[in-house]
């Protein structure tokens, strides 16, 4: 909506250990939300968990690299070599940030943003991005804000109930945009049309606000427990 209010709309994206901004997208209305190619002497890769270039669509952790690039954190020896690695690709002696941001290129060389590393578990054998499936819940009209949790099951409390729904599940805690909370099948179709099955969550819990930190972020630690229900149904 902002894009067609406004005669040009510009995306552009980059840390602080950058200075600032490393890539930049012209916001097109129908066109997938990226957040483009890299700037001018900035240099940008997609990598795996052991550091090699993953192929076009798959997520892998952005890396930066090229003229901006900062020294490191002052006084801050051990972080700054956890964060500031080797750049193998570029001139000699050169180094990269990693940005724990996680990102797919797409086929014409846009990066699109997919999530944080920090958030990205495992389910059943699948590696699964918490934030990509927030952000496919954020774009369905009847959400307004949405929070996806992986609720590890108690070996000491089994019932059947459980073992239907799984020992690990996603829970998805939700906001509606009105005053009636998302049909639960609905936003579950919604998912499936762009995500695995393995992605869609299992319990779906209304709220009518996310609890948050004193700096306004969202506090997980004080979502209410989701119960153990089925995975058709909707907690209330």
């Given at each position: ?160 109930e459980a073992e239907e729904a799984g020992q690990d599940r996603l ?13 639960a099948d609905g936003l579950r179709a919604h998912l499936a049309r ?43």
């Open positions: 909506e902002l894009a067609r209010s406004v005669g040009r709309l510009i995306n552009v994206y980059g840390p602080t250990e950058t200075t600032v901004w490393s890539t930049l997208a012209e916001l097109i209305p129908g066109d997938p939300v990226t957040i483009g190619r890299p700037l001018a002497a900035t240099r940008a890769y997609v990598l795996d968990a052991h550091g090699g270039p993953v192929p076009d669509g798959v997520p892998g952790e952005l890396h930066l690299g090229g003229a901006g690039l900062a020294h490191g954190y002052r006084g801050r020896p051990g972080l700054t070599a956890q964060r500031f690695v080797p750049d193998p690709w570029g001139p000699p002696g050169s180094r990269m940030y990693r940005t724990g941001d996680l990102v797919r290129r797409l086929p014409d060389g846009r990066l699109e943003f997919a999530g944080r590393v920090d958030t990205q578990i495992k389910l059943r054998g699948h590696r699964i991005e918490l934030g990509e499936i927030e952000a496919r819940l954020a774009e369905h009209p009847s959400v307004s804000q949405a929070v996806v949790v992986l609720d590890r099951a108690d070996d000491a409390v089994r019932t059947e829970v998805a805690y939700v906001v509606g945009a009105g005053q009636q909370a998302p049909a762009t995500l695995p099955a393995a992605m869609v969550p299992a319990t779906w819990v209304p709220l009518s606000a996310l609890p948050l930190t004193p700096n306004g972020k969202v506090d997980r630690a004080r979502l209410p427990q989701a119960p153990r229900t089925r995975p058709e149904a909707v907690a209330k």
